[in-house]
């Protein structure tokens, strides 16, 4: 049994040595469940095209000036099987909500990856139907990623979120009921959004069937109805990724690129410091992901050398075995059952 994480006002707000101790206990717990290894994978973003319309987000479908696109099977395969970077794993295949692409380009795609690698299969595809999923799966995918965004259900509804929270709950639910590894997120420094709500977030974080989560800053997103807002802060954000860490010390954390558009330059070395163990190489072709904008046409883009450079510099270094490898391995563990989440008390 973990020991109890308390949740109050003080620590999500923590700074200075206060805050330092915080982020070295959740790198502390982060390495007592996984060494110095970080999961590496590869993600390619293969249609901007979606049918959701969140306001935290530049490829909503009301962005109407946004050049739409959906990448060929041929050439994304073309360009992982034979242009990838040696030191990713894992494959993640991300698109807005767009069930055509998952047809037409992902699962072609999921398949010849099956067919020709061994690398491990994420999507992050949407809510989509039972069907679908079960689709993906046959073809060979096995994490499903599915961010909650918010645990606020007025909330949820303001930000356009896709459906109701109550129903992506239920996604959420039903993929990890039909097998798949399931990892979600939420966003910090929304506009309006209060520390009881950030610890909400923590506490569905941890009644949810997940195996990893993220924490995201706010990014104000170009033609968006948030676009004049400030970006949300980045030591509440770590501070969410902290908690989070000490609350599972056995989920996989992403450090997400956002953090470096939060702090520039420093925002993503401390998001590894602060208990992160999966690292994201950006491999979507240049010319395709000038429209992938979540946020801003200036993202932030995590190459190779970038990422390798980030992790050798936190100490750290890029496993062995890939993630979906891990999860597999994990589950035929823990048949024993999954480990229990530490106590979490509300603010
Ligand atoms: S966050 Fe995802 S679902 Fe929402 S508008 Fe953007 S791409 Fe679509």
Redesign the pocket.
């Known amino acids: 049994m973990q020991e109890p994480v308390r949740l109050s006002a003080e620590l999500f707000q923590v700074r200075g040595r206060a805050q330092e101790l915080l982020h070295q206990k959740a790198s502390a717990a982060t390495q007592a469940s996984f060494g110095r290894k970080v999961f590496l994978r590869g993600v390619v973003e293969v249609s901007?095209y979606?049918?959701?319309?969140?306001a935290?987000?530049?490829?909503?479908?009301a962005n109407e000036g946004l050049h739409r696109f959906r990448a060929k099977v041929d050439q994304i395969a073309d360009l992982i099987l034979h242009h990838r970077p040696n030191s990713i794993t894992d494959i993640n295949i991300q698109?807005?909500?767009d069930p055509v692409a998952v047809r037409e380009v992902v699962l072609p795609l999921i398949k010849i990856l099956r067919r020709e690698t061994n690398l491990g299969v994420s999507v992050c595809l949407?809510s989509l139907n039972p069907k679908l999923y079960q689709e993906l799966q046959e073809a060979g995918a096995t994490t499903y990623i599915i961010k909650f965004?918010l645990a606020d259900a007025p909330m949820y509804e303001r930000m356009e979120?896709?459906g109701t929270l109550k129903e992506r709950i239920e996604h959420i639910r039903l993929l990890a009921q039909t097998g798949w590894n399931v990892s979600s997120g939420f966003i910090a420094g929304l506009p309006g959004q209060t520390i009881p709500m950030l610890a909400a977030n923590l506490e569905l974080a941890r009644q949810l069937p997940l195996a990893g989560c993220s924490v995201s800053p706010f990014i104000p997103g170009e033609a968006t109805p948030l676009s004049a807002e400030k970006t949300g802060d980045i030591d509440l954000t770590l501070n969410c990724m902290a908690l989070l860490r000490l609350m599972r010390p056995d989920w996989v954390i992403p450090a997400v690129s956002a953090l470096n558009l939060a702090e520039p330059a420093k925002g993503y070395r401390r998001g590894l410091r602060t208990g992160a163990n999966l690292v994201t190489i950006n491999m979507t072709p240049s010319e395709i992901r000038q429209d992938y904008v979540?946020y801003k046409r200036e993202r932030f883009i995590m190459t190779e050398e970038r990422i390798l450079s980030a992790i050798a510099a936190e100490g750290l270094s890029p496993a062995n075995q890939s993630l979906a490898a891990f999860y597999a391995e994990r589950e035929t563990r823990s048949n024993l059952g999954h480990a229990q989440p530490a106590e979490v008390t509300a603010v």
């Open positions: 901007n979606c049918r959701e319309n969140c935290y987000c530049g490829m909503r479908r698109t807005g909500e949407g965004e979120s896709p979540l």
